[in-house]
């Protein structure tokens, strides 16, 4: 017997095996089936993995001697499934960052509603409201743990404190909840005068619920400086207007003169 014949003799069997199982299956109570409906997909890949996996011809006849090979095979691939939940569990993890970057990126390119509840209520944009009301509050609470996290050694680590909450949050909610923070804190002198002055420059927000009361003024302090130089190099990288203009207009086609009859005259 060839080896071709050897391997097709031993996936013949395995495959009448597996019928069996699966006729066995259909009699029982839904619980029952439930109960093996992991096993029955493990056999199934199985018999998958034996339509383009030719064993030796001494592997192919040492299978064919066994009353079940395919149930044996099963029960050694249950004793090292650990491979298998590893595999799981990776899957699991990557499809979760996945969700959290798409949510974060949701989040990020939220817009900051400034409007009033009333003014939002009025206009038909109670939705938007909420929505940017519940991410204010959850960045608010996001740089005081961030703060809490990164405090240790009487340091502060500002550039992992503002690149967490960025992730998450974007400049944009950040700014405005800083500012909200500062503004009600013009009498502290552990806030410098020149986030003070920054801070002048956002509307009168006057979103008490905004502002980070659990972190020391100073920390906070520290966190404004961090986020502004983050803000500078941002806007450092972010082409001009002008820019966008000069460069839109190099990449149009040079259209060909166009000759007029007295030139040609």
Known sequence: ???????????????????NFKGWLLTQPPEEILNHAYEYTIREDILISM??????????SALLQSPSPLADI??????????????????????ADKEIEKQREALRNLPVYLASATFARENGELDVYRASHRANMDCKSAIEDAISRHYADNRLDTSACVQEVSDRFGMERIAFVLASTVQTK??????????????????????????????HPGLINLFVNRFRKEQELAAQKKPSVLQKLNEEKAELPKKSPVKTKEAEL
């Open 1 to 19: 017997m060839t080896n071709e014949e050897l391997n097709t003799k031993l996936y013949e069997k395995l495959f009448a095996e597996q019928e």
């Open 74 to 95: 099963f029960k050694d691939f249950e004793k090292i499934e650990g491979d298998q939940m590893e595999k799981v569990r990776g899957c699991i993890e990557n499809r």
């Open 186 to 215: 013009d009498w502290d002198g552990r806030i410098s005068d020149s986030n003070k002055e920054w801070a002048k420059g956002f509307p009168a927000l006057g979103k008490h619920e905004y502002v980070c009361s659990q972190a």
């Open 51 to 60: 339509e383009y996996n030719d064993l030796t011809d001494e592997q192919a």
